[in-house]
Structures are given as structure tokens and as C-alpha cells.
């Protein structure tokens, strides 16, 4: 082989899966054995069991045998998956990288030749290296609201779904921030401290599919809960982040005069004030039924996603308000972990867990 075509020497990693046990597991640990079969397979591979009670052993896990020797499986506390992953890395072993997927994404065939060239091939200075999220759609229809929200996964600028560190960024940045329960901005908010501290972030070559997990009506109104993550980022790195992070702001704005027309109207009627009141109520209507045409518009408009639109679509500020509010209290005295700079020579190791080995 040629200097020109010759493969970049491959970096140690281990690769960390934060799980509650779900059926796509399977599906991600086979795919990761089979991209990695050519000899770029990874140190160590940490599954992290975070179903809050469980035990550390998976029911019902069948790990590939190329990654049985290689697998653990910690326990996590069900703080989230940003504690599973803080977890898991400091179950990894000292390896200069940690690749962290989820649990429902599916390596693509080349991840493995890719994810080597990706870290062979960073900077210095590079902290991280992201991979390209590929959205398998429905053909022969227009997508649901919730298959479009996990389309913008696509393009999501610094999405954890696949997502390398270099291990001594991640530990000087303290890994991820753990008052983010959800897998949401906690991403965007290791990003931004690892660039406040002079590291870059780069994207990679290898392509990972996030198929859409199946989901009941009600999903759109249960991710408003983000809305209260939203809050803390401001706290943390202030109004300009949304720029910094290329992050969409979504319709809160919208969804706060809604819910205020709503209250204003129930406040007037109690007090007789009638024309008031349907003055405001006229507004609710009017802001409820523009935002359920604005997600109707681009979808399947069958019978079954309309409705859901519709009863969503009231449903929807009120509940993003709250948790909007509930933000403001519960992270009114948050404070900024600091900028991940470069470690110290006396810098302590990080802190390990207890592991369990997998076994066949």
C-alpha cells in the first residue's frame, strides 16, 4: 500500500451506551461488532444499565461474541443519560478517547475504518469529533410531527447519538453536566464549555443511522418538559448560546401569549367580565389553531396524525409554560461549571465504578 492510501494508525477508544434496556440495543451491539470486525474494534465496550431500581445485569442482553471479552455492564443511578454517560466513562479505562452512542442508533457498515480515520486525523486540539446521523424517513408519505423532530437529529451540530471525546478534554471539562436530566442541551452545554476553554470540535466521516423510535400521541407534549433545560442553559452560558450552539428556539414565545390569552380569558369570564373574555378567548383560539395548521401542513394529514395534531395543539403551551416556569425556580441559583481547560499535572484520576464483567 502505498504512503497516499495508507490507513492512519487507529487510536485506542471504548465505546459507552447508556441504556434502559430497550429491544434496539441489540440491534446498535451488532452493528457495532460487524463495523468493527476488520480489527478497528474498540478496548472496551460499557453498557450502562440507567432504568432507575435495576440491577447491573440486562435482562434478556445477547452481546455479539466479538465484544464479550471486551464488554462490561455498570449500573447507573437513573439520573439520566447524562449521568449514565459520566458513568460509563469512568468505567472505560484509561484510553485517550470515548465514543459514546445511543442505544437505538446502528453503526453504518465502514464505522469502524471511518471512526479510525477520525481520530487518527485530529488536531491536537480537537476535544471531539462528531459523526453524520442519518434519519431513515417513511418513503411514500410526508413524515409525522415526531418523525420530523427526529429528523433535525440530522442536523443537529454536536449530537451525542455518536459522538467521540478526546478522554483528557472530557475530564477537564468534568464531563457532562448532571442537572440535565434528559437527553436534551446536555450536549450543546458540554460543547460550549469545551470551546470556552480553546478546544475546537470537528466533524467526522463516519455515518451512524438513528432509526425513529416508536412513539404514543402524547410524545410532543411530554418533550416540552425541555423547556425547563432551556432555562439552565441560559443560566449557564446566557442569552447568546441558541447563536453559538445553532440551536432552533422554537415557538415559546408563541406558546407563553397563548397561554396567557387562555388565563386572561378564564380570569375575565370569573369576573363577569364577559366581552373581555372573549376577546382573550378569540386570541387562544386564533394562536391554538395557527399552531395546529403549522404542524398539520407539512404531515401525512391522515385522520389519525390530526387529531393527534389537534389535541396536542391545545395541550402544548400550557404545557411548555409550566415547565417553562418550573425552570426559572428550580435552576433560579444555577451556576457555570467553568470552561474546560487543560488539566493539571497533579490533576486527580477520575472516579471509577464498580464494573461487571459480561459473561457468556
Known amino acids: ?21 430497550r429491544p434496539s440495543l441489540r440491534a446498535c451491539l451488532a452493528a457495532l461488532a460487524a463495523a468493527t470486525a476488520d480489527g478497528t474494534g474498540p478496548a472496551a465496550v460499557v453498557l450502562v444499565h440507567d432504568r432507575r431500581g435495576a440491577p447491573a445485569r440486562i435482562p434478556g442482553l445477547d452481546v455479539p461474541p466479538a465484544l464479550r471479552p471486551v464488554t462490561t455492564v455498570v449500573a447507573g443511578a437513573g439520573r439520566g443519560p447524562a449521568a449514565a454517560r459520566n458513568t460509563g ?20 457498515p465502514s464505522w469502524g475504518r471511518d471512526l479510525a480515520h477520525d481520530l487518527a486525523t485530529a488536531s491536537r486540539d480537537t476535544a471531539a469529533v462528531t459523526a ?44 457532562f453536566d448532571e442537572r440535565f436530566p434528559r437527553a436534551f442541551r446536555e450536549d450543546a452545554d458540554l460543547a460550549l464549555r469545551l470551546l470556552d476553554g480553546g478546544w475546537t470540535l470537528a466533524p467526522g466521516t463516519r455515518r451512524t443511522t438513528h432509526p425513529v423510535r416508536p412513539a404514543d400521541r402524547w410524545v410532543s407534549v411530554r418533550v416540552q418538559a425541555g423547556n425547563a433545560d432551556d432555562v439552565l442553559m441560559n443560566r449557564l452560558h446566557g442569552p447568546g448560546w441558541w447563536d453559538r450552539a445553532g440551536a432552533p428556539r422554537g415557538r415559546l414565545r408563541g ?20 366581552g373581555a373574555a372573549a376577546v382573550c378567548a378569540a386570541g387562544w383560539l386564533a394562536g391554538t389553531a395557527e399552531f395546529a395548521a403549522a404542524r398539520i401542513a407539512p404531515g401525512p394529514r391522515n385522520r389519525t396524525e390530526t387529531l393527534t395534531m389537534l389535541l396536542t395543539s391545545v395541550l402544548i403551551p400550557p404545557v411548555a409554560t409550566w415547565h417553562w416556569l418550573r425552570g426559572h425556580v428550580v435552576h433560579r441559583r444555577a451556576r457555570p461549571l467553568g470552561p474546560a481547560l487543560p488539566p493539571r499535572a497533579d490533576a486527580a484520576d477520575p472516579r471509577r465504578t464498580p464494573r461487571e464483567r459480561v459473561r457468556t
Open 132 to 175: 453524520r446521523i442519518d434519519v431513515p424517513l417513511p418513503p411514500g408519505r410526508r413524515p409525522t410531527d415526531w418523525e420530523r423532530n427526529t429528523a433535525g437529529l440530522s442536523t443537529a451540530r454536536w449530537i451525542t447519538a455518536d459522538m467521540a471525546f478526546r478522554r483528557e478534554a472530557f475530564d477537564a471539562a468534568g464531563g
Open 1 to 21: 500500500m502505498s504512503a497516499r492510501t495508507r490507513q492512519p494508525e487507529a487510536a485506542p477508544y471504548a465505546v459507552v451506551v447508556p441504556t434502559l434496556g
Open 89 to 108: 466513562a469512568a468505567a472505560a479505562g484509561p484510553v485517550p478517547w470515548i465514543v459514546f452512542l445511543d442505544d437505538d442508533v446502528v453503526p453504518g
Open 255 to 274: 406558546h407563553l401569549a397563548v397561554s396567557a390569552a387562555a388565563g386572561a380569558a378564564a380570569g375575565c369570564a370569573l369576573s363577569g367580565r364577559t
